[in-house]
């Protein structure tokens, strides 16, 4: 053996930066979305699909292009971008793909980010694909505060990958999806303010739903396109961001909830 | 923590282990998979763990790989902690899984392409794809390859950095013969420049063919470990002889254990030559012919089933 010094960790050397390292794999999962042409054509069509009903039942509360976008903020976040997740984590765990791609450099915060970016492509698309119907149908309206919306479905966006961390804990398979899914799916996306005005509950009811996780979202949009509350008063200048500030904080919350507890309970590999 | 000798006429240079265990410990629930083993592996050195399934090789890995936290005890690669400081370690660790998957629609060039995106100092792909004979395979779809085929993609995977630490958990279970030696070839090749190497493996072959040191584990500690020939040593060798009815006997040699006393006779004894060299010196001097004398040392698979079946060994 000639080997004469010490075999520590040598000093280091200029790796990979973390969005180098994140953008090869999330390229390689974006490749194979791409492979996948059902969920290609389903990214495309469900929002058109939704460009197409909802006029059918326009509410007299607000424009219908603020509807629409408003609707389409929701409704592709819980099922798009969330279901898609847990559905996408669960299938790479129990094919041992997780625990595969945590035995090189990348952290493990990457492996979860790169994972989720072909689904939070999809998520943008769509988002604008509806955008891009609003104008064909001739009901843009310029917003009052383009700040809001953008910033309410990013903080969504990133809400969502970690709720599907943890709603992955609890689903075994990707088709028990369907069943894990459905607290988020169905009572938050219910109780938004999507279907109905919460005016429309008693109040300690609409306090308890402007808690759950889409609720802020679809407020805080409405609030940035139309300049109302959620109890549907008008707002401007520095009152919009004061009225903004109850739904941000309940959004950053959630996230740093779920985080935490994803963070304690996510497993990386199948139970044995 | 590794004393030159006073005495020593030239102090040979002390080369730090690469990988240090000492007293480790991994509970899996109330279920404690490893109980307290301690080992080392130096630069250029192979290690290879034998067990039964189940004896807590893959869960000592896990924890060396930096991907399960240790219950007791310590684990250091290269200095450092490999789970506590990972974006250190990382870089210089090969590792490959028991089990692992990869996304079955990507081709093989991609995927090689792709982990190589997330390293500091990858091979090129062509290289790292030659190196393991799936150059005719670049543009094939994971999802056909034969299972040695991803095992050797696997392994592409795990040399891919150039790793000076390698971890490879039954590297060539479910592989061909030629595979086989292919891997070890590869295995060879990076000890000689210097890389320190822990595997498992139920084939005993294996160890014998690439280990410079054997450690065999079982129920969560290590039973026995050294060189194959001190694992071999730790068990009886064996003498045996004929004897026909109605000729003199041979005194029984102290530290001997008689096994059978005849028509065929078999003794097992920690102390082979002098034990040999008595019987030898009585048959001459009785003038006694020993049909069939035999004698030798325990094979290391003497060793391994002695440890399966649960002797203790010294």
Known sequence: MTATTAPAVPAATAGPSRLRRVGALARAETLLLLRNRTAVVNSVLSPLLLVALVPLFGTDEAPLGQALLAAAAGFTLVFLTYYNLVVTYVARREAL???????????????LAATAVPTLLVTAVQM????????????????????????????????????????????????????????????????????????????????VARLLPLTPVVELVQLGLSGRTWDGAAVAGADLWWAALGPVVTLLAWVLVAGALSLRWFRWAPKR | MHPTPALAPTPAPVVPPAVEVTDLRRRHGSFEAVRGISVEVRPGEVLALLGVNGAGKTSALEVLEGLAPAAGGSVRVLGADPRRERAAVRPHLGVLLQDSGLPGDLTVAETVRTWAGTLTAPRPVGEALAQVGLSGRADV???????????????????????????????????????????????????????????????????????????I??????????????????????????????????????????????????????????????????????????????????????????????????
Not at chain 1, 132 to 144: D, I, N, S, Y
């Open chain 1, 97 to 111: 793909v997780l625990q595969r791609m945590r035995t090189g450099e990348l952290t493990d915060g990457e492996v």
């Open chain 1, 128 to 207: 604008a694909v509806v955008a891009v119907g609003v104008v064909v149908l001739g009901e843009w309206r310029a917003p009052v505060d383009p700040v809001l919306p953008v910033l309410a479905v990013l903080l969504g966006a990133v809400l969502m990958v970690v709720l599907a961390t943890l709603s992955s804990v609890w689903t075994r398979t990707p088709e028990s999806a369907q069943v894990t899914t459905l607290p988020v799916v169905v009572a938050a996306t219910a109780a938004s303010g999507l279907f109905f005005p919460l005016t429309a509950l008693p109040e300690v009811l609409a306090t």
């Open chain 2, 141 to 215: 779809r994971v999802r056909s390859l034969s299972g040695g085929e991803r095992r050797r993609l696997d392994l592409a995977l795990a040399l891919l950095g150039r790793p000076r630490v390698l971890v490879l958990d039954e590297p060539t279970t479910g592989l061909d013969p030629e595979s086989r030696r292919t891997v070890w070839r590869l295995v060879r090749g990076l000890v000689d420049d210097g890389a320190a190497v822990v595997l498992t493996t139920h084939h005993l072959e294996e160890a014998e063919q690439l280990a410079d040191r054997i450690a």
């Open chain 2, 217 to 314: 584990m079982r129920a969560g500690t290590v039973v026995v470990a050294g060189t194959r020939e001190e694992i071999a040593a730790s068990q009886p060798a064996t003498v045996s002889f004929r004897l026909d009815p109605g000729a003199p006997r041979p005194p029984v040699p102290a530290g001997v254990t008689v096994v059978s006393a005849g028509p065929r006779v078999e003794w097992h004894t920690h102390a082979l030559q002098p034990v040999l060299a008595e019987l030898l010196a009585w048959a001459a001097r009785a003038g006694v012919v020993l049909p069939g004398l035999q004698a030798r040392a325990a094979s290391l698979e003497q060793a391994f089933l002695a440890v399966a079946d649960g002797a203790d060994l010294g």
